[in-house]
């Protein structure tokens, strides 16, 4: 297992943009795949987007398309959410997940996570 560390989250009016990061001890360069999932009180913890290491493919929740993009750094240990245009609506706190052998968009198909970061998007 590896240890995953969020940071980046903070208050940003609607319409702003922040950045989240993730950053992985360990081997992460033997991991399938890294994604972003969210979650707000009282809700199930939803899939944002996921990146897979191989194909550097990222694939994405359909109410984030077009205004966030996931992306990894070049030393394969971390990964990156970039959001533009953020709504309410995005107000949640965002974890990080990885996994060495699968990729998905359930919280079942990761292995590893993060604690943890709070959006908070103002109206």
């Known amino acids: 297992q590896v240890e995953l560390t969020e940071s980046g989250g903070d208050l940003v009016q609607a319409g702003g943009s922040l950045r989240l990061s993730c950053v992985g001890s360990g081997q992460m360069v033997s991991y399938l795949s890294m994604a972003w999932f969210r979650q707000t009180p009282g809700k199930e913890r939803e899939f944002v987007a996921a990146i897979r290491w191989t194909y550097d493919r990222p694939y994405y929740a359909d109410s984030v398309k077009g205004r966030f993009t996931i992306s990894r750094g070049r030393d394969k240990n971390t990964v990156y959410l970039q959001m533009n245009s953020l709504k309410p609506d995005d107000t949640a706190v965002y974890y990080c997940?990885?996994?060495?052998?699968?990729?998905?968009?359930?919280?079942?198909?990761?292995?590893?996570w993060g604690r943890g970061t709070q959006v908070t998007v103002s109206s």
């Open positions: 997940a990885a996994d060495p052998d699968r990729h998905g968009t359930t919280v079942h198909e990761f292995r590893d």
